[in-house]
């Protein structure tokens, strides 16, 4: 369990300790509209579910679901039409957008189906990019971009550009940066989306064995096979939750 010291106020409750202490995510009839009148989209309707830490949580849905924008919000990448989602007792519209910012850098790690890396930049650099705002020596964050390349087993390509690789290595390196900042939670969207079976496979491994290091990992997919690797796993359609296994 990685329970954090949150500062608890006044009228704070038993309840909101115990939160605090074992949630991880709380969310609560999250809704996401876009568009008014006739051409409203309801996105995400009334979703409402939690996540103690040390468990990883797998949502599956059909293209057009609203995963991306599950995810996004949980993230703070995106706000809510209505409904509140906290991430260790911090309900995150509370937060400012510096403080957001700065919760997101320190608190969260995303990966995405299309990896995102910067062609410009190495493996090792790629790795290195979201730690270059902390306050720690350049050597001792290359030593840990190195030893999480090490452990997507990629630290002999750690001098090759994302051109030089395939998608499934990409997504490896992408994994590792995401993991630089020592993120408590994990958010994946399609990982496996652009990869072939070994290499999703692979991809899902590392996903394993980064859960075993205590990293909380909340991925979506549209593939039903996913759901049986994960702690709990539940089914959005058309933006509902339709049924949860835990
Ligand atoms: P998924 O990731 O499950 O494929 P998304 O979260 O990307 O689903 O999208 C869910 C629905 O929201 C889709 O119907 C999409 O067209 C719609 N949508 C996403 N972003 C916007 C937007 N900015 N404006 C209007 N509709 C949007
Ligand atoms: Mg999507």
């Known amino acids: 369990m990685s329970a954090r ?113 910067q062609d410009y930049l190495t493996a090792l650099e790629n790795v290195i990019l979201p730690a270059k705002i902390s306050s720690e020596t350049p050597k001792d964050i290359e030593k840990r971009a190195m030893e999480l390349l090490g452990m997507v087993g990629l630290k002999h390509r750690m001098k090759h550009y994302p051109n030089e690789m395939s998608g499934g290595e990409m997504q490896r390196v992408a994994i590792a940066r995401a993991l630089v900042n020592n993120p408590q939670l994990l958010l994946a969207d399609e990982p496996t989306g652009n990869l072939d079976k070994d290499n999703a496979n692979k991809v899902i491994e590392i996903f394993d064995a980064v859960h075993e290091r205590g990293v909380n990992i909340i991925l979506v997919t549209h593939d039903e096979k996913l759901g049986k690797k994960f702690d709990t796993s539940f089914h959005v359609d058309k933006g509902a939750l339709v049924n949860n296994h835990r």
Do not use: M
């Not at 106020?9 to 609560?28: G, M």
């Open 5 to 117: 010291r949150v500062d608890l106020k006044e009228n704070s409750s038993w309840y909101c300790i115990i939160d605090v202490v074992n949630k991880l995510i709380r969310v609560e009839n999250l809704t996401k509209i876009y568009g008014k009148g006739n051409t409203q989209t309801i996105v995400l309707k009334d979703l409402s579910f939690d996540l103690d830490n040390g468990e990883s949580l797998c949502v599956i849905g059909p293209s057009g679901s609203g995963k991306s924008t599950l995810l996004h919000i949980l993230g703070g990448l995106d706000n809510p039409t209505s409904g509140k989602v906290s991430i260790n007792g911090q309900l995150l519209n509370e937060l400012n957008d510096k403080e957001l910012s700065a919760f997101r850098n320190k608190t969260i790690g995303f990966v995405f189906q299309f990896f995102y890396l």
